[in-house]
């Protein structure tokens, strides 16, 4: 048994610029070292087997520790109040209530819209031969599907935009310590915005996910006015950010791999297999991150308590050890021991309803268009934060009809 | 109450077998089996609960 002082771990800087351009070979020299690595905020679990022993692991639970109050004591504290970190009963509770607007036959009845909104959004860019990917096809999609499934007015939908896209920093510790007062600022607006639009669905309900939640708090469930905040608060953004992270992510895998492309053409009902392998391959999400809870030990590794590990999944996803030639994208693989949508308790609630939206998209797309080419530079957030695409500029060949 | 746990989705999250020790398990597979398809009436609840918990989607009940 070793504690972890004694243990030469390998360091992945995930701020340096050679983990900026290749976060996956950054990942792979040191897995091959060994199956735990070092990060700027505690300690990385690399392995595949690894990962899903973590978090399962009753001693280590998804946390935002790395939050620390000198940050924004504001920030911190909601950090705490948040779905993810709530305790066993009273998550059981609240995620129940989520869940429960997003059962199968809810999600397959959005089916029909969800194809009129991509079809559309295809037909205003078809004949140019030409698109921005992110700007004019995954950015608006999400949204447009989503804001009237929670129940936010269309008009809002900028103003959301950017308060989601500064909600998601909190998963980001470097981000969060250079841009915290912004970052605060824009919590604030959010927040405030969020208490009037539940206000406004008290007074006038309507069909949306917001509405039920208010449905079911007046029923009697034990749900205070603050869970209902927090939980609008977090469904919004998971809503609208991390899909449309993800859809950049996996179009750009597929533009860059035309064979692959083509044989979605071919077959638009592979779309749910390159969703899941789009996933695998190019995770739009950088950590999730746990907190050891108590003294504990795994493997020969004695981990203190507070010693905060993270779940890379573009290391896990890419393990040998669980999938060969781990570094091709490929149809025919099972890709679903990826880790992007978490794992166990915390797993992410709304993962059917996201693989439904990127199999729609990606079937619509491969009906539509022949082939595509990167026409000019992809550019995204930093890979340190979850790598969003910014823009994927690109030349097509319609299919002819 | 019936319950049945769709293999090819179960990814062994593990969530049943914690929420209704009774009626899910997690197999030799790493995945869900269900050890009492008909569910006895005292653990109705908590193999709703289940069901909604399940980060698949993998549980599907029906009455009788």
Known sequence: MTTLADRELPVIDLLSPEYEADPYGAFRAARERSWLGRVGSGYAVLGNADARAIMRHPDFRVSFAYVDPDISAYLYERSKSGLMAASADRHRRLRGVAVRALRPRVMDSMRPPMQAIIGGLIDAVIDRGECDIVRDLTDPFPARVMMPVLGVPAEDVPRIDKWATDGVAIFDVSRLRAQAAQIEASGREFEAYTRELIQVH????????????????????????????????????????????????????????????????????????????????????????????????????????????????????????????????????????????????HACLGAQLARIEMAEVLAALARRIESWELAGEVTHQPMSSNGNRLSLPVTFTAVRR | MKARVDRARCRGHAQCALIAEKVFAVGDDDRAVVRTEVVPPEYEGAVEDAVLMCPEAAIETDAG
């Open chain 1, 202 to 345: 008290r007074a006038d309900p309507g069909p949306d996910l917001i509405s039920e939640l208010i449905r079911v708090q007046e029923e009697g469930e034990k749900l205070s006015e603050d869970e209902l905040l927090m939980l609008v608060m977090s469904l919004i953004p998971a809503a609208l950010d991390t899909t449309r992270g993800q859809l950049g992510m996996t179009l750009e895998s597929l533009v860059r791999e035309p064979r692959q492309w083509a044989r979605l053409v071919t077959d638009p009902d592979l779309a749910p297999r390159a969703v899941e392998e789009g996933l695998r391959y190019s995770p739009a999400i950088s950590g999730i991150m746990h907190e050891v809870v108590r003294d504990t030990e795994y493997k020969d590794v004695r981990f203190p308590a507070g010693t905060i590990v993270g779940v890379y999944p573009r290391s896990v996803n890419r393990d040998p050890d669980v999938f060969t030639n781990p570094d091709a994208f490929d149809l025919d693989r099972d890709s679903t021991a990826h880790f992007t949508f978490g794992f166990g308790p």
